[in-house]
């Protein structure tokens, strides 16, 4: 995410919020922000902790995205700068997972919303 898009995108629109979660049995919050130090360095990425996964049961349930697991990890969803974050977000653009496994369409979809890279 650092190397393939936030740097190809220097504009103040672009943010990216990371929701670490409990997957494994030693991911900690200690653990996460470790995590979180060595992977983002970028101004524009919010990181936060959530130690209950509500957000991948929220993601789940909301039926966005297909995940094999109880709950969505290691995942992405893209949304428009017009999206409205009032009880549900509006706007999805794009969603998928694993993040790797799809960082050229990750690209491609930031491309096509935000514009072309620097």
Avoid: C
């Avoid at 983002?40 to 959530?50: A, E, G, I, L, T």
């Avoid at 999206?83 to 549900?88: H, L, N, P, T």
């Amino acid at each position: 995410m650092q190397q393939n898009i936030l740097k190809q995108f220097s504009s103040d629109d672009l943010r990216v919020y990371v929701v670490w979660q409990r997957i494994l049995r030693n991911d900690t919050a200690n653990t996460a922000r470790v995590a979180a130090e060595q992977v983002f360095s970028d101004k524009r990425v919010s990181q936060m902790w959530d130690p209950a996964n509500a957000v991948g049961f929220w993601y789940k349930q909301s039926g966005d995205l297909e995940h094999k697991d109880p709950m969505v990890w290691d995942a992405y969803f893209l949304y428009g700068a017009d999206s409205e974050w009032k009880g549900a977000p509006t706007g999805l653009i794009d969603a998928g997972t694993t993040v790797w496994n799809l960082k050229d369409r990750l690209l491609k979809s930031v491309e096509s919303t935000v514009g072309t890279g620097d």
